[in-house]
């Protein structure tokens, strides 16, 4: 059980253009889902957390209207990269929040976005 | 601001030794706590979680829970090299906030 899918799992777009990265939770309902952006041999960032239904919380730094988050239900959440630059190019990693007494958090494979 | 500490490493060890991996957090009101596995160029996989202090057995792998402390700590017994990854340590608070360390190399040598 709690498997997060993601699709695309890697995807290469021109400078300028949007992307959309979806993340499903397969077999639990989430209200919560978060996203994560990794650049090689860093640490994990938190970019915004996402509730189903409602607006995303971003975290400091990352522009809204660049990154747009919805989570139209409880097992869909999607991230749009808009109007892509080289310097968006990382590792995008959803997460899904069981609601379980504990809150574990199951992480979908990721996609690694390339813009050229 | 909420911090969780890991030595970046690397640690490396022996094949068949035990492996001991250390975090600490710096919110007393933190409830839950979690390690992930990170393999290179892959994401974090949940191993072990532990709400309560004391120890936690899963296979080979053992959590230690430390509050008045606030230590959480990882043991890998008969590592193998295919415990070679990134451990992360994760620390959830009463809401919603998960606060992630920045992760311990592990390195097992055949």
């Known amino acids: 059980g709690a498997v997060v899918s993601q699709h695309p799992s890697w995807v290469i777009c021109k400078s300028g253009t949007s992307v959309k990265?979806?993340?499903?939770?397969?077999?639990?309902?989430?209200?919560?889902?978060?996203?994560?952006?990794?650049?090689?041999?860093?640490s994990l960032m938190l970019m915004a957390t996402s509730n189903e239904g409602s607006k995303a919380t971003y975290e400091q730094g990352v522009e809204k209207d660049k990154f747009l988050i919805n989570h139209a239900s409880l097992?869909?959440?999607?991230?749009?990269?808009?109007?892509?630059?080289?310097?968006?190019s990382s590792f995008y990693i959803c997460s899904a929040r069981a609601r379980t007494t504990y809150y574990e958090q199951y992480f979908g494979p990721g996609t690694r976005l390339t813009v050229t | 601001q909420k911090e969780v500490e890991q030595n970046s490493?690397?640690?490396?060890?022996?094949?068949?030794?035990?492996?001991?991996?250390?975090c600490t957090y710096s919110d007393r009101g933190s409830q839950s706590f979690f390690w992930y596995r990170q393999y290179s160029g892959k994401s974090p996989e949940?191993?072990?979680?532990?709400?309560?202090?004391?120890?936690?057995?899963?296979g080979r792998f053992t959590a230690q829970l430390?509050?008045?402390?606030?230590?959480?700590?990882?043991?890998?017994?008969?590592?193998?090299p295919s415990?070679?990854?990134?451990?992360?340590?994760?620390?959830?608070?009463?809401?919603?906030?998960?606060v992630f360390g920045p992760g311990t190399r592990l390195s097992v040598l055949p």
């Open chain 1, 21 to 42: 990265i979806e993340c499903r939770s397969l077999d639990f309902q989430a209200t919560t889902m978060f996203w994560y952006r990794q650049f090689p041999k860093q």
């Open chain 1, 75 to 88: 097992t869909l959440s999607t991230l749009t990269v808009t109007s892509a630059h080289p310097e968006d």
């Open chain 2, 9 to 22: 490493g690397p640690l490396s060890v022996p094949e068949g030794a035990i492996a001991s991996l250390n």
């Open chain 2, 46 to 58: 949940l191993i072990m979680s532990i709400y309560s202090n004391g120890d936690k057995e899963d």
């Open chain 2, 66 to 80: 430390n509050k008045a402390s606030q230590y959480v700590s990882l043991l890998i017994r008969d590592s193998q």
């Open chain 2, 83 to 98: 415990d070679s990854a990134t451990y992360l340590c994760a620390v959830k608070d009463y809401g919603q906030n998960f």
